[in-house]
């Protein structure tokens, strides 16, 4: 069982909505969290970092949070664009060794 | 900067040929590391390197190796191709291996197939 899992797996939304993203971990302990978002054929991309002390971090349209209680974290999309089309990654790092471990993606498709 | 830097883009081999996927860095970046991507699942860590003269494995390091002789560049050697190793390869930097607020920045992924 991965220690990240994200759902839902893929998602379709039209352009202008909101979408939640989901990502619950059992890594622990953890230094950070983090959210990329991978362009098709492109690297992943940093959206946000949150430490284990931090429940709340935006950048722009993106708003993640992080519940180190339950373990969970979000990744909150506001007014889609096009652009927004992409998979979104959740990654935990571990405090020791400095490992990551990767959830698998969720895929999000914005139509017009 | 250019960031993260990998060549070449795409690749094709035949099984039990060899090759150097090559990675590079303007950042200074003491952290290194190169995953690889399968269809549906998650990036998974292949070898990595915390400083120059310095590697170690990851999750699925086998039939790979590394070295790190300078801090910019940390090529991924294929020693004998085989089919499982049909992937998307990334390379990624970040200044610490642990620390709190960094971050990894990838290179743009080499697609390679093993036929």
């Known amino acids: 069982k991965n220690q990240v899992e994200q759902s839902p797996q893929s998602l379709i939304i039209l352009e202008g909505k909101n979408c939640t993203l989901q990502?619950?971990?059992?890594?622990?302990?953890?230094?950070?969290l983090r959210w990329y978002k991978q362009d098709t054929g492109r690297g992943p991309v940093s959206l946000t970092i949150m430490t284990f002390s931090e429940n709340t971090k935006s950048n722009g349209r993106y708003t993640a949070t992080l519940d180190a209680d339950t373990k969970q974290s979000s990744l909150h999309i506001t007014a889609s664009q096009l652009s927004d089309s992409a998979s979104y990654i959740c990654v935990v790092r571990h405090t020791n060794a400095g490992k990551s471990t990767f959830g698998d993606g969720t895929t999000l498709t914005v139509k017009p | 900067n250019a960031g993260v830097t990998q060549t070449p883009k795409f690749q094709v081999l035949k099984t039990g040929q060899s090759m150097t996927l090559q990675c590079a860095q303007d950042?200074?970046?003491?952290?290194m590391s190169w995953y690889r991507q399968d269809p549906g699942m998650g990036l998974r860590l292949i070898h990595y390197s915390v400083g120059a003269g310095i590697t170690d494995q990851g999750e699925v390091p086998n039939g790979y190796n590394v070295s790190r002789s300078t801090t910019e560049d940390f090529p991924l050697r294929l020693l004998s191709a085989a089919p499982s190793q049909t992937s998307v390869y990334f390379c990624?930097?970040?200044?610490?291996?642990?620390?709190?607020?960094?971050?990894?920045?990838f290179g743009p992924g080499t697609r390679l197939t093993v036929l």
């Open positions: 990502c619950n971990y059992t890594v622990s302990p953890f230094s950070n």
């Open positions: 990624a930097s970040s200044s610490t291996s642990g620390g709190f607020t960094d971050t990894q920045y």
């Open positions: 950042m200074n970046h003491e952290y």
